[in-house]
Nanobody, 122 residues
């Protein structure tokens, strides 16, 4: 019903930058929050950044001041600008979107992207 397509991951040296994108498509009536999470092997998925429909943002402590989340509501797309990257930022990054399907009284949805690998070399 809702498809999320992520892009922008890759390999970068410490101190470098990457920009992730996640585009949502499908039978969407409304998107509420859009977020980025990340996960490394053996660890729980952790919140990196979140943005509400009103533009309010919140960040994980480890990325504050370095990462910026933004959204283009007309394109149903969320971005994550990552600057001053560190080796400890290496992870698979997932976008997460929640909202409502079909129409004003439609059912809620919560969808995950397929994940994109970010690798930061020292």
């Amino acid at each position: 019903q809702v498809q999320l397509v992520e892009s922008g991951g890759g390999l970068v040296q410490a101190g470098g930058s990457l920009r992730l994108s996640c585009a949502a498509s499908g039978s969407i009536d409304r998107i509420n929050t859009m977020a980025w999470y990340r996960q490394t092997p053996g660890k729980q998925r952790e919140l990196v950044a979140i943005i509400t429909s009103g533009g309010t943002t919140n960040y994980g402590d480890s990325v504050k001041g370095r990462f910026t989340i933004s959204r283009d509501s007309a394109k149903n797309t969320v971005y994550l600008q990552m600057n001053s990257l560190k080796p400890e930022d290496t992870a698979v990054y997932y976008c997460n979107v929640d909202g409502r399907l079909y129409h004003s009284f439609g059912p809620p949805f919560n969808s995950w992207g397929q994940g994109t690998q970010v690798t930061v070399s020292s």
